[in-house]
Every structure is written in C-alpha cells, then in structure tokens.
C-alpha cells in the first residue's frame, strides 16, 4: 500500500522480509536542505543508524559523521545536540572497534588502523561534548560506558556494525 503512493522498500536477507528504505527521507532531505524538515530528516537517519544516501563503496561510520556534523553546525537545542555527539562517538568508536578487530567478519582491522587514533580522540571529544549537556539519559550512560573504555585503551562495543544485514 505504501508503495502506491512513493515508498521504497528492500528485502534483507538476514530477516528475510521487507524493510522501508529511507527513500522519504533523501527526498526531505532534498526538499528542505536548510530547514526543519531536512534536518529532522537526518536525525531520524542518524537516530536509525543508517544514512539513506549512502553510497555501496561508503563506510557508514565516515558518512555518519559528517551527517552528523552537518546537523550540529545547523545549532540544534541542547538536548537534540547532545544526542548527536553521542552518535558521532558511536561512529568514531566504531572505527576504533574495527581498527582492534573487535568485529573481524566485517572487514579488514588493518582498513581502519591509520585512523584509529584520529577516531579515538575525536570520539572522546564528542562524548563529553554531549555528556556536558546530558548526563542522565539511557544514551548518556552509554557514552559514558564508550569514553570509559576509550580512554581505559579498550574496545568500544559496535554501534553501526551490521553483519549481513
């Protein structure tokens, strides 16, 4: 019914069923590059995990932030701003979590090792960008959890990682 009138949909292997695939999103996005709606279009992207205009030769981590930095240089409201620092980290932790081969059937740890560094801080910088905003939600204590192992020299767990999905 949804697609008579524009949406898209994919079917994904993993779950074996239909799945919306963001196409009404690129479009706001399109529509309303400066305003409210496409900004909210990429926060729900960001919010998803998944960037509807990404590429097959992207890695989602890189097109995460700048998505991500995008909407932060747009000035959202300090809880909205918090929020996406949190998902940058996640994407620089990701990074990070593959350069150390915490997922090793996703790809190659060696891809991401010269950036791994790079990543690090800046994960750590959005992180306590956003805790210094929010301290108290479900996503805070996750980002504390991150920069904790971050900082400790330990992996982060995986955020944007889907394995055949």
């Not at 994407?91 to 997922?103: P, Q």
């Not at 956003?130 to 996750?142: R, V, W």
């Amino acid at each position: 019914m949804l697609e008579k009138i524009g949406a898209g949909f994919e079917f994904y292997q993993l779950g074996k069923s239909y799945a919306y695939a963001g196409n009404w999103l690129n479009e706001a996005r399109e529509l309303d590059p400066d305003g409210a709606v496409g900004q909210m279009a990429v926060l729900v992207s960001l919010a998803r995990g998944g960037a509807p205009r990404l590429g097959k030769d992207q890695d989602i981590f890189h097109t995460m932030v700048v998505d991500g930095e995008w909407l932060l240089a747009k000035n959202p409201d300090a809880t909205t701003a918090a929020q996406v620092h949190f998902m940058i980290g996640d994407a620089y932790s990701d990074i990070v979590a593959l350069a150390g081969g915490a997922e090793p059937d996703y790809d190659d740890p060696a891809k991401y090792r010269d950036e791994a560094d790079s990543a690090r801080k800046k994960a750590l910088q959005h992180y306590r960008a956003g805790l210094a905003a929010d301290g108290i939600s479900e996503n805070a204590k996750d980002a504390w959890l991150q920069a904790w192992h971050l900082s400790a020299g330990l992996l982060p767990t995986t955020r944007y990682v889907y394995i055949n999905d």
